[in-house]
């Protein structure tokens, strides 16, 4: 697929949220949008990179572990290979930090993790330093 960016001014602060359980996404949208940024949602990696093949993001928000057997790590790696000026603008959120498997793809990735459950200022802490102020 080619991607089809939209104008500067409409992704100025667009992040976009893969995250499929639905209150921590209300939880992120909200936190997100009282501090600025615009939100668009996806339940799932897969719905998150066929919305990155067809729109542009400021950053990408990512659960680490979604259904449908595609990781965070697996579209990290999606934008290294077709969005790689967005590669850095990413932040993995996950309630997995235990398994060695996952520790093991985060420190691979390279990425920042805010660890669920979380409080809203570690989430705009993290979004202002990778991601920017909207």
Do not use: N
């Amino acid at each position: 697929m080619t991607a089809t960016p939209a104008p500067v001014s409409a992704t100025r602060s667009r992040i976009l949220v893969i995250e499929d359980e639905p209150s921590v996404a209300a939880f992120v949208r909200a936190a997100l949008e009282r501090h600025g940024y615009e939100v668009t949602s996806s339940s799932s990696a897969v719905e998150g990179l066929r919305l990155l093949a067809l729109h542009d993001f400021r950053g990408v928000i990512s659960d680490f572990r979604t259904p449908g057997g595609i990781t965070g790590s697996d579209v990290h790696d999606w934008l290294q290979r077709h969005r790689p000026e967005m590669a850095t603008r990413i932040i993995f959120i996950t309630g997995d930090t235990a398994s060695d498997e996952t520790i093991a793809l985060l420190a691979l990735a390279g990425t920042p993790c805010v660890e669920k459950p979380f409080r809203v200022q570690q989430l705009i802490d993290a979004v202002e330093k990778t991601i920017g102020k909207p």
